[in-house]
């Protein structure tokens, strides 16, 4: 039987994390004071939820983390991912989300293991703002490589994640959309959540879908296009065809009601929501011998119990149990 909350979604899409380590300290995301908080999984643990949740109507997985292309066996670990195959006998989406950093290197070897697509997050398009977002100095020409590697060993589309705060790298919007046109990449701008370390968060920082909409117009017009009711972002072209922008808005235009996500955390917890105030603890079923039939039962149990929405920004409003590098992307 599919997976299906009480609100009537269905979930068809995997994210698991495989470490929360990382290695660089984005603003948005980190102090920079904290490093790893919870152990990785040995990858056949990780492997067996992945069939598990496949056998329930799961498509789509995407490998995250902290930062995913630091673990060893990675490449390995989408292998064996690309031989399972889901209820409906089809093989599974495997998708990373990385900084890229270490991309350029790794781009052939995962492709040839089964990955797909891959999303890399990039707040800025110049070294100095780069380095100024992630505080690491050489970084940009290593995310560029990643970038260019990922495209010419066809991990198509190459997304580019974009997180916009007010002030800091809002004079970005412009230059991501000719860096879309010039490196044929799908560049999507993210409203910035309250997900980060530093809890300093606030409506005022935020860069909303209205805002990046007109600031791109100043440039060259945008024309919508269509996208699946799941999907997280609004996809737009340019108006001459060349170069694809998506806004994902979760904090202005919040999509909770086509949600179709679960997330597995790297000490592999279940997390129903980016902002759940509490996890279900598959892995301690797993360590104490639990059957698949048990952990079925307990998977089921947890989406049965998925959040209606996010309440961000509302009144009353209670930060989620774990900053956003410790759940996974």
């Known amino acids: 039987m599919r997976l299906v909350d009480k609100f009537g979604r269905a979930i068809t899409d995997l994210r698991i994390s495989i470490t929360d380590r990382c290695n660089y300290k984005c603003v948005y ?3 920079g004071n904290e490093g790893a908080i919870y152990g990785d999984l040995p990858f056949p643990v990780y492997l067996r939820i992945v069939r598990l949740f496949a056998s329930a109507g799961i498509k789509k997985v995407r490998i ?3 930062e995913p292309l630091l673990r060893k066996g990675v490449i390995d670990f989408v292998r064996e991912l690309s031989q399972l195959r889901n209820v409906d006998e089809q093989a599974l989406d495997i998708a990373v989300t990385t900084n890229g950093h270490l991309l350029a290197e790794m781009a052939r070897p995962l492709k040839d293991a089964g990955l797909r697509r891959v999303t890399v997050s990039m707040d800025a398009v110049d070294p100095d703002g780069f380095a100024r977002i992630t505080r690491v100095p050489t970084g940009f020409a290593h995310v560029l490589a990643g970038v260019r590697a990922a495209r010419g060993v066809g991990l198509d589309p190459v997304k580019i994640n974009c997180v916009l705060m007010r002030g800091f790298n809002d004079d970005q919007i412009v230059p991501f959309g000719k860096f879309a046109r010039q490196e044929g990449v799908v560049v999507r701008f993210i409203e ?5 370390e530093g809890r300093v968060w606030s409506p005022e920082v935020v860069v909303t879908m209205s805002e990046i909409l007109r600031r791109m117009a100043e440039y060259l017009h945008l024309v919508e296009v269509p996208h699946e009711r799941s999907e997280t972002a ?8 060349i170069g694809e922008i998506g806004i994902i808005a979760p904090v202005s235009q919040p999509f909770c009601g086509h949600c179709s996500r ?4 790297s000490d592999g917890k279940i997390r129903t ?4 105030v509490w996890d279900h603890d598959l892995h301690e079923l797993i360590r104490r011998g639990a059957s698949d039939d048990d952990l079925m039962k307990f998977i089921r149990s947890a989406v049965g119990r998925k959040e209606e929405r996010h309440h961000i920004g509302e009144a009353g409003f209670v930060p989620p149990s774990r900053t956003m590098v410790h759940i996974g992307g």
Request: charged letters at 25%.
């Open 29 to 31: 995301c980190r102090t």
């Open 64 to 66: 995250t983390g902290g």
């Open 192 to 196: 910035f959540m309250p997900l980060e």
């Open 234 to 241: 609004r996809r737009y072209v340019f108006e001459d065809g």
């Open 262 to 265: 679960i997330r597995i955390t």
């Open 273 to 276: 929501c980016l902002f759940s």
